[in-house]
């Protein structure tokens, strides 16, 4: 009997830690089953999983800092940032200029009491390239239609034109431009002129807005404080647009002649006739 109990006892103790045991290794049979089933190369450790956490962010980085690189290195280096309109030569280069005090002993070569030096030297930054040509899909980039002929010339050349005929209007005697007849009155054509050149180049001063600062110092000459003007100014290189209007020159021209389109790429060209305005014709030039 004894033994019988003490087997019967023996089977009870063990009997929960048979069901536990039974319980745990049925729920835990799937995930043993799965892990064992993935190789263990196949898994992770903590130390690969942190250099993916530093490298794979890393890496984003370089990538995103290449593609702006390139970006930037595509877009136009030089652009005037005034230029939000198209330009054919938009994309030329500044440079720093430093201006001349136009006064004493520090004056410019365009300055002084009129010579054909100076008149060659005014002459040679616009007479050539005036009027340039440009090539079909630069065209169709303005902001505005453009004829065929007349070709548009370059805004800035033109703006040298007019001051030089301001200065010529200044030496009647020379140049034959005085706003007054032999008998005195005056010549109304001529100061309209004049009118329309100086409003043109206070339009064109205007919009650049030049936002270089003037300094001052101390005049112990005058015994007062006295702007200093030959300061440096971020300017268009005037040179290489005078090369590139010099390359595109069109030549001899005549306002008078007129494109007209026929169709299929085809044209001929119109020759039209002076409008007669009476004596004051000249006053009706744009």
């Not at 003490?6 to 892990?35: G, V, Y």
């Not at 007349?150 to 800035?156: D, H, K, L, V, Y």
């Not at 595109?248 to 119109?270: A, C, M, W």
Request: hydrophobic content about 30%.
């Amino acid at each position: 009997m004894k033994s019988d109990d003490t087997q019967e006892d023996a089977a009870l103790l063990h009997e929960p830690q048979d069901e536990d045991e039974s319980t745990t290794s049925s729920s835990s049979t799937p995930r043993k089953r799965w892990q064992q089933s993935i190789p263990s190369s196949l898994v992770p450790s903590r130390t690969k999983l942190l250099l993916l956490l530093i490298i794979v962010p890393w890496l984003l980085t370089c990538f995103l800092a290449v593609l702006l690189v390139l970006d930037l290195s595509a877009r136009p280096r030089c652009r005037d940032p005034m230029q939000s309109l198209y330009s054919p030569v938009q994309d030329i280069e500044f440079e720093e200029t430093r201006f001349y005090r136009s006064r004493g002993e520090d004056k410019s070569p365009y300055q002084g009491w009129p010579t054909d030096e100076i008149d060659q030297l005014w002459q040679d930054s616009y007479i050539n390239g005036l009027n340039s040509y440009l090539y079909e899909d630069e065209a169709e980039q303005l902001p505005d239609q453009t004829l065929r002929v007349p070709i548009p010339g370059r805004e800035n050349q033109y703006m040298v034109v007019l001051d030089d005929v301001i200065r010529q209007s200044w030496y009647p005697e020379r140049y034959g431009r005085g706003m007054y007849h032999p008998n005195g009155t005056l010549d109304y054509c001529q100061w309209l002129h004049y009118d329309h050149c100086l409003d043109q180049v206070r339009q064109a001063l205007m919009c650049a807005a030049d936002t270089s600062v003037i300094f001052f110092e101390w005049s112990e000459l005058s015994n007062a404080s006295r702007p200093r003007v030959d300061n440096l100014h971020t300017c268009r290189n005037f040179d290489k647009i005078r090369d590139w209007a010099f390359g595109r020159d069109v030549g001899e021209y005549h306002s008078h002649r007129k494109v007209v389109p026929l169709g299929n790429g085809q044209f001929t060209i119109q020759h039209t006739k002076h409008t007669d305005h009476g004596n004051q014709s000249e006053c009706f030039a744009t």
